[in-house]
C-alpha cells in the first residue's frame, strides 16, 4: 500500500484553511476540557499534511535540538511583554486543572499549528525571504488571539493582546528557525500559559 502523498500546493492549502478552523475553535469553543483536546487537532492535520507532502520532522521543527545563545536571548526577551499582559488583567489566584492541563495542552496544539507547521509553509514559499515569513507567521499568530480577546477583554487588553502575541511571534519564529527545534518554545509556553491562568482579563 502507497503512503499517501500530497503535493506541496495541497499541504500548503489545507494549513493555510487549518488557520481559519483553528481560529474558530479558539474563539468559539468555550468548555476547555474539550478545548485542551480539540485544539490539537488543527497542528497535527497540518504537520501531518506537510508530512505527506515530503517535508521531514527536521523540516517541521520536530528534531530534538540544543538552545543557542541568540535563541537564548529571543526567549527571554519574550519577559519584556509581560507586564502589558498582567497589568491589563485581574488576579484570581492558581487553579490546578488550569494549569497542569489547560496550559500545556494549549501550549503543545500552539506550537505544533503556528511553529511546526504554519512557519514551515511560509519559509517555504517565501524562501528568500525569511524575515518577511517570520512576521507574517507573527500576524497570523496575533490575529487568532484577536477575536476571543474582543470578545471577553476591554479595548487596553485587546490592544495590549495583539501587540505582545505578534511580538512573541517575531521572537519565537527567530529563535524556531535559529535553533530549528520548537520543543524549548514548548516549555516557555507552557510556563507563560500557567502564569496566564493565574489572571482573568473578562
Known amino acids: 500500500m502507497n503512503r499517501l502523498r500530497l503535493s506541496r500546493n495541497a499541504a500548503f492549502g489545507i494549513v493555510f484553511l487549518l488557520w481559519l478552523v483553528f481560529t474558530a475553535l479558539y474563539t468559539f469553543q468555550k468548555n476547555e476540557t474539550i478545548a485542551s483536546f480539540t485544539n490539537l487537532l488543527p497542528g497535527l492535520l497540518a504537520v501531518g499534511a506537510l508530512l505527506a507532502a515530503g517535508f521531514r520532522l ?67 514559499i517565501l524562501k528568500d525571504k525569511p524575515v518577511l515569513a517570520i512576521i507574517l507567521h507573527a500576524v497570523l499568530f496575533a490575529l487568532w488571539h484577536l477575536p476571543q480577546a474582543a470578545l471577553t477583554a476591554p479595548l487596553v487588553g485587546i490592544i495590549s493582546v495583539v501587540v505582545v502575541t505578534f511580538a512573541c511571534g517575531i521572537l519565537w519564529g527567530l529563535q524556531v528557525r535559529q535553533d530549528r527545534t520548537v520543543y524549548w518554545l514548548v516549555g516557555l509556553h507552557t510556563l507563560l500559559l500557567i502564569m496566564n491562568s493565574l489572571f482573568t482579563w473578562g
Do not use: H, M
Open 58 to 124: 527536521e523540516d517541521c521543527f520536530l528534531k530534538w535540538g540544543r538552545l543557542s545563545k541568540r535563541g537564548a536571548v529571543y526567549l527571554l526577551l519574550t519577559a519584556v511583554f509581560l507586564p502589558a499582559i498582567y497589568l491589563t488583567g485581574r488576579w484570581t489566584g492558581w487553579n490546578w486543572t488550569a494549569a497542569l492541563l489547560y496550559a500545556p495542552f494549549s501550549a503543545v496544539a500552539q506550537e505544533l499549528f503556528f511553529r511546526s507547521a504554519l512557519l514551515p509553509v511560509l519559509l517555504a
